[in-house]
């Protein structure tokens, strides 16, 4: 990433933060307006959900900005414990900025089976640094699990080797997974649940462990901090995908490129939106067939 150049000849340096935060908010709408403010303050766009049990992130802009953002966002007592995950940006990841109020920071659509206290989420799967995921990996061996807890087009370019991909859509859905039964040989092994920051094992291993399912893990900071650690060199393959312009984050000049492409079958890791204003389509389509065409499988 190259830096860019104010109209008055400032440097500026594109960067982004992922970051969430499990707490008791008594006011989420007053939260919501006062960051809605910081955020327009500091000229920084992106996605920023909360609810009563707290506040999901991601947000970019000039360097400079960001870390004033940050800095005043953990001023406020109750956020003073955010783990912010930095990343390169371009300064165009963003279209706009959105800061809502929602009933859940993330959305599996059972706002009353998670429960939150001033430590975070009670009754989760146990936190595992990316060391302790290699030390319980090396003890445990074939019986370790990791159960990959985003949606299965993000897993279709990036995941933990030999990694249980669950066939879902949506967040929503992984309560009929869940409840389907197809996971229970599962449940007396242990199981390693990940998503792209942690936010979504959080709650993802709740379920799970009212589900019957017996040792639960989460890695601490998720698929992000893994890779901050190991890069390519670990138990991880290919790109991670994320909710922005760039799609995609490689942690390595070596990553493997894992994806295929939905309508030849190469190998790659870019990703298709589909040009139809009727279709959400977001499907794995290699470069070459993009230049073909600009819409999914289902409207070529």
């Known amino acids: 990433m190259q830096p860019s150049r104010t109209s008055d000849g400032r440097v500026v340096m594109p960067k982004i933060v992922l970051f969430y ?8 709408e007053s939260i919501r307006l006062w960051q809605r403010e910081l955020c327009e303050r ?19 802009g000039a360097m400079a900005d960001v870390k004033r953002y940050v800095r005043r966002t953990k001023e406020y007592a109750a956020f003073k414990q955010i783990d912010f995950k930095w990343s390169d940006g371009t300064g165009e990841d963003f279209p706009r900025l959105s800061v809502r109020v ?17 430590d975070g989420v009670i009754g989760g799967g146990t936190h595992l640094s990316p060391e302790q ?4 990996v090396a003890d445990r061996g074939d019986d370790v699990v990791f159960f990959d807890g985003r949606n299965a087009i993000e897993a279709s370019v990036g995941r933990f080797r030999g990694a249980v991909v669950p066939d879902v859509t949506t967040t929503r859905d992984f309560i009929r997974e869940l409840d389907s039964g197809k996971y229970d040989d599962l449940k007396q092994r242990p199981v390693i649940s990940y998503c792209t920051g942690g936010i979504r094992c959080e709650v ?8 019957g399912f ?5 890695i601490d900071g998720g698929i992000v901090r893994y890779a901050e650690e190991y890069g390519d060199d670990g138990l991880w393959d290919g790109s991670l995908f994320v909710f922005d ?8 000049d070596h990553t493997k490129v894992i994806g295929e492409c939905a309508v030849c079958g190469a190998a790659t890791k870019e990703f298709l939106d589909c040009a139809r204003d009727d279709c959400k389509a977001l499907e794995v389509v290699c470069g070459t067939c993009q230049e073909r065409s ?3 499988t289902a409207h070529r």
């Open 204 to 211: 993802l291993s709740v379920l799970m462990k009212n589900r």
């Open 294 to 296: 600009s819409y999914c």
């Open 133 to 136: 995921v290699h030390e319980l």
């Open 102 to 118: 929602r009933d859940e920071i993330v959305t599996f659509g059972v706002p009353d089976e998670v429960k939150v206290d001033k």
């Open 21 to 28: 935060l499990f707490t008791p908010l008594a006011d989420p």
């Open 245 to 252: 312009k760039r799609m995609t984050v490689d942690y390595s």
């Open 42 to 60: 500091y000229d920084l766009t992106g996605r920023i959900l909360i609810s009563k049990d707290g506040i999901n992130g991601t947000v970019g």
């Open 214 to 218: 017996e040792e639960v893990y989460q």
